[in-house]
């Protein structure tokens, strides 16, 4: 299979390890080899109760058997589609209350974009320095990593980038802007948390100009960091929130969500402002309803501060500098960035599984499935202790 992996699929990089996988269950993953891996990264944060959880798969069982596509989004009234719509605005403090679902957390970005200059008028995004948002031109256009856009020029005119956390840089939000995107934990950037005062300045900054708040909680969102949404911990309310990743429990989906009068602007300014065929599909909605039904009612969320504080209290090493995150979105920060890759593979043949991130190299990925015990973390965080240990042993 390796082989054919490397012919006939087309690769994001040229390092792939190109595990064999056979099958996944709970906070592991298994190899065609027989091989079990502890996963601590939740398939990038988009299995947020891990793998193959016995009512997610109940759930999309029961929807295979009545009906899967029947038509282009927003035409039929679908009871798994609807009842995702009405349990997110239940989530979400008011106005949020409409969603538009999709099918990536990409494309829900750019709706958002969308449907910002179509409500405001105005033309100007701002995004964060060191953002991610996603991967089409439209949210490519929200990075600033020039080696990554260069190529793909020209990406969307009018998008400005301040930096993240900053109170100065707010002076550029004005009554030109349409919108103001950010993460409300900075994934790529390094798991970086905003400060309470940052968040709430940049709320007050967007109300005063007639700018829109946007966030993206496509990562820290559905539970990870201990609440529903991350930005709920800084007492704000956006006017937009973008959810994908682990809210359908390991199938694909994004969702925007605004108030009803915004939300409008898709269906008459212009008619069919925006459309899809298979977003709101009725086996993802039906996955994604049991996801956040048993994460709100399976306590999860009050768990992370424990898990956080074991994984903190763990992993102690003069080669980490740093644990940057909250709950289970942490990043273990190395002195550079020379063996961070080394690390993660030699982990990964221990049978423990980290990961990278997209800027900031020096970290280890840690985001495991909210279900990890505590006798898992001090199990990862022993082999990764003794990892690092090998790669920087103090000199004799
Ligand atoms: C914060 C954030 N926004 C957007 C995206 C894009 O989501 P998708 O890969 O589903 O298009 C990601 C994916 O990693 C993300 O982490």
């Known amino acids: ?37 502890l996963d601590m990264v939740a398939g990038v944060s988009a299995l947020p109760l891990g793998h193959c959880h016995p009512v997610i798969v109940a759930a ?8 899967m596509h029947v038509m282009v989004y927003g035409e039929y009234a679908q009871d798994p589609s609807v009842q995702l719509c009405k349990k997110i605005a239940s989530l979400l403090p008011a106005p949020l209350e ?11 970005i750019e709706a958002a974009m969308k449907l910002a200059r179509s409500v405001t008028g105005r033309s100007q995004i701002i995004a964060m320095k060191k953002a991610y948002h996603g991967n089409t031109m439209g949210s490519l256009s929200l990075m600033d990593y020039e080696e990554r856009k ?4 020209p990406l969307l005119p009018d998008i400005t980038h301040i930096n993240f956390n900053c109170l100065q840089d707010l002076k550029w939000i ?10 409300s934990i900075q994934g790529g950037a390094g798991f970086k948390i905003p400060s309470k005062i940052w968040m709430q300045e940049l709320s007050k900054r967007c109300k005063d100009m007639g700018a829109l708040l946007l966030i993206d909680e496509i990562q820290p969102g559905i ?20 959810t994908g990743k682990g809210l359908a429990g390991g199938l694909p989906i994004g969702a925007l969500t605004a108030s009803r009068e915004h939300m409008s602007h898709f269906k008459q300014s212009p008619m069919l402002g925006h ?61 550079d960035d020379t063996y961070t890759a080394l690390i993660v593979e030699e982990c990964r043949r221990r049978g423990v599984i980290f990961f990278l991130l997209l800027y900031e190299k020096r970290a280890i990925r840690i985001t495991p499935p909210y279900s990890i015990s505590l006798s898992e973390i001090d199990y990862a965080c022993t082999i990764l202790l003794e990892v690092i240990e090998s790669f920087y042993a103090p000199a004799p």
């Open 223 to 242: 539970g990870r960091t201990g609440s529903m949404f991350y930005f709920m911990q800084h007492q704000i309310v956006p006017d937009m929130v973008i």
């Open 98 to 108: 409409t969603t538009y679902l999709v099918n990536s957390g990409t494309e829900a």
């Open 174 to 183: 004005t009554t030109s802007t349409a919108a103001v995107i950010i993460e």
């Open 60 to 67: 999309i069982k029961k929807q295979v058997d009545k009906y």
């Open 275 to 335: 459309i899809t065929t298979f977003g709101g599909h009725p086996v993802i909605a039906a996955a994604a309803l049991a996801t956040l039904t048993e994460i709100e009612q399976g306590g999860y969320m009050n768990e992370m501060a424990v898990k956080e504080s074991r994984f903190r209290e763990s992993l102690q090493h003069p080669a980490i500098r740093e644990v940057r995150g909250k709950g289970l979105m942490l990043a273990a920060l190395l002195p």
């Open 150 to 153: 260069a190529p793909y020029r």
């Open 1 to 37: 299979m390796k082989d054919d992996f490397y012919q006939y699929q087309a690769q994001t990089t040229p390092y792939a390890p190109g595990m064999e996988i056979d099958h996944a269950k709970g906070n592991y993953i298994y190899d065609q080899q027989g091989r079990r891996y």
